[in-house]
């Protein structure tokens, strides 16, 4: 740069010796250029902050949910905690998350709880607050102390002031001696404000006056004097006894009705004379009294009566004469009369055998029972007694002019006792049990007899024993009622567990401890010793259920009225008659081997107890239907002399237990007789039980 003004072209080499070219200063025209710079970069800076906050309110403006609380009361102060939020009017905008949420207003309790937003775009939340409980100052007039009851709670006595009670209405009474109850409905306003309350109370009594002629009488309300007449008292409402009483005179006596705040006056009352009083006692007590015809009671008695008149008393008592007095007693007298009865005998003649008896008068030792003697007229407990007899107890009531006889025949304790006996007797669980008085019975069969098995050896056995056995074997239904969970099931889908059928599928130990079972319920010495549920022995002595033995069950079934024995259970030969029990027969066909042909019961497998006749001894089922789990232990070398009770009772212990009789299953000449015997310990579809038990 140069300070030369013309644009000519200079030669450089002509001009360089003359001209001196000097260095001139550099001068920076203007310092704004440097300035200008950081300007614009703080501008962009804040351009940049301005577009980033704006992005940013632009995402949370698109990301946020409009939520509207809304709250009663509208009075409030709202307050959410937790992440961003923009309240715009009466919504806040927020972003979905969990918020705890707190809101206040005065008089309410705060209310403090979870907000969870979701991602809808618009939310509306509605809460109530629960206003703070509110006080009552109560108080009540006339009387100023009053028990105060809010919802039937007791809170206190007034004058008080009762804090801290729940907004809303609420039931009030108050009660007050005296007084009647105050009740009413109260609405507290709660908030914390104070309410006052003052109850007038109504009296509970009205005021009566008495007044009678004479006067000074005494005044009585339910049995509590209260003054004298003439009076005017304060008697709370309700029913009251009112008795006015003076000396000399007759009581006057009234019930009488009070309404409250209700006063009345009961008209003068005349006051009668008072009675004459007399007691009445006799020798022997208990008599009859009537006073001028009029019965009034027995003997020993005090009785009213009016003065200054004469009583015609009279006197009666069966056994002895009547007697009768002449009495007059003046006002106020108390009189005592005693009169000794003259008894009134008639003979009674006794007579008994054996004629050395005793004879007992009203519990008393008389004599020997064969005399004549005379008794009062009246009933009298007669005893003959004996020792070895059974006590003849009677009453007897001698007639006068009568001639009475009483003649006895004492009987012996045996007789008696037999006499007494039932014939037929009902168990606890239903069963029918009838009773038999046994005599002698032969085991087993000859050798010579069609079907005779090894084990049907014979042999006699003595019975002496009494003992009743059930009509029927023990059925589903009677068993369920000890063991619910017993099934007898079925026979390829013939069922056999029906209520009136009989029970099958079980053990010997379960069917004797059914039998120990209903010893128990009839608090019946038990048959049975059983241990850890396992019968381990028995009291051949015990009067409780048990089965009835080997020998028991043969004697029932097979010995007849002239002590000839039957082969099969209807007779001498096969085949049973029509329908004269449940066998193997045609309807059985397809699940048995052997069947008896051409005779048909009715019944594939088991039929209810007592489908057929009963046996000549009134017992259901002894042949057919099942087969009978007994007693005895099984045992083959039994022999001739074993005939002490236990041993009648089978063998002492053994592997298998008898099975006896035959049952649906069975269609043979070898099963079907009832000496027949089969043994076993597992449950068959085919073998139940009955009952059985000594009779003393």
Not at 177 to 200: A, C, M
Not at 536 to 541: E, I, L, P
């Amino acid at each position: 740069m140069n300070n030369n003004h013309d644009n000519q072209p200079v030669d450089a080499a002509a001009l360089q010796p003359k001209t001196v070219i000097k260095p001139t200063a550099f001068t920076p025209a203007t310092d704004r250029a440097p300035d200008s710079g950081r300007r614009i970069r703080i501008g962009s800076i804040l351009i940049s902050i301005i577009l980033v906050l704006c992005s940013a309110i632009v995402w949370f403006i698109f990301s946020a949910r409009s939520v509207y609380i809304e709250v009663d009361p509208a009075s409030n102060h709202i307050e959410i905690q937790g992440g961003i939020k923009l309240k715009l009017a009466d919504r806040f905008l927020i972003r979905s998350g969990d918020y705890q949420l707190s809101i206040e207003a005065p008089g309410y309790y705060p209310l403090k709880q979870l907000l969870s937003v979701n991602d809808q775009q618009n939310q509306h939340y509605t809460f109530t607050l629960q206003r703070l409980p509110g006080h009552l100052n109560i108080s009540s007039s006339p009387a100023t102390t009053a028990e105060i009851r809010i919802d039937g709670e007791l809170r206190g006595k007034t004058p008080t002031t009762i804090r801290d009670i729940a907004h809303g209405e609420h039931a009030l009474r108050i009660d007050a001696e005296r007084y009647l109850p105050f009740t009413t409905s109260i609405e507290i306003e709660g908030l914390g404000h104070e309410q006052t309350l003052v109850v007038e109370l109504i009296p509970a009594w009205a005021e009566l006056s008495f007044a009678s002629q004479p006067a000074g009488a005494d005044v009585y309300i339910d049995e509590n004097i209260v003054g004298q007449t003439p009076l005017t008292t304060e008697i709370l409402q309700g029913e009251h006894e009112v008795r006015i009483k003076l000396s000399g005179y007759k009581s006057w006596q009234k019930k009488i009705m009070v309404t409250a705040n209700q006063p009345f006056s009961i008209p003068e009352i005349e006051l009668a004379l008072a009675d004459a009083v007399i007691f009445l006692e006799t020798r022997p007590s208990s008599a009859n009294i009537t006073i001028n015809g009029e019965y009034k009671g027995q003997t020993p008695i005090e009785i009213a009566v009016a003065p200054d008149k004469t009583f015609d008393i009279r006197f009666f008592k069966q056994g002895y004469q009547q007697s009768h007095r002449k009495l007059k007693v003046k006002s106020g007298d108390k009189q005592r009369l005693r009169v000794n009865l003259q008894a009134e005998l008639s003979p009674i003649e006794f007579n008994s055998i054996p004629a050395d008896a005793e004879l007992y008068v009203d519990g008393k030792l008389r004599g020997l029972a064969k005399q004549i003697l005379p008794l009062s007229t009246k009933p009298h407990r007669i005893e003959i007694r004996k020792q070895g007899y059974v006590t003849y107890q009677t009453t007897v009531t001698p007639r006068a002019g009568i001639a009475q006889q009483v003649t006895v025949s004492l009987k012996t304790l045996r007789q008696a006792r037999q006499e007494s006996v039932k014939a037929i007797i009902k168990s606890s669980a239903g069963q029918i049990l009838k009773l038999f008085h046994p005599t002698s019975v032969i085991m087993g069969a000859s050798r010579r007899e069609a079907g005779r098995r090894a084990n049907e050896t014979l042999r006699e056995v003595n019975l002496s024993r009494a003992f009743y056995l059930s009509l029927n074997e023990i059925t589903n239904a009677e068993y369920h009622a000890f063991d619910r969970s017993h099934s007898s099931g079925d026979v390829q889908g013939n069922q056999l567990n029906d209520n009136r059928h009989p029970v099958v599928k079980l053990t010997w130990e379960q069917a004797a401890l059914y039998c120990n079972w209903l010893s128990k319920r009839e608090k019946l010495p038990p048959f049975y010793i059983v241990k850890d549920n396992k019968v381990v022995g028995f009291r051949h002595k015990a009067t409780g259920y048990r089965l009835p033995s080997e020998a028991e069950w043969a004697w029932v079934a097979r010995v007849q009225p002239n002590q000839q024995q039957l082969k099969f259970p209807w007779g001498e030969s096969l085949p049973p008659p029509t329908k004269n029990g449940n066998y193997a027969d045609d309807s059985a066909a397809d699940l048995l081997g052997r069947i008896i042909h051409g005779y048909n019961d009715g019944f594939v497998v088991t039929a209810p107890v007592g489908s057929f006749p009963a046996d000549r001894k009134g017992i259901f089922d002894m042949g057919g239907n099942v087969s009978e789990w007994v007693h005895d232990y099984y045992d083959i070398t039994i022999g001739q002399g074993k005939q002490s009770e236990s041993a009648l009772l089978g063998p002492a212990s053994g592997q298998h237990h008898v099975i006896k009789g035959s049952s649906w299953a069975h269609g043979s000449i070898t099963e079907l007789r009832l000496s027949y015997r089969d043994y076993g310990n597992d449950a068959r579809d085919d073998v139940g039980f009955r009952i059985a038990r000594y009779l003393e």
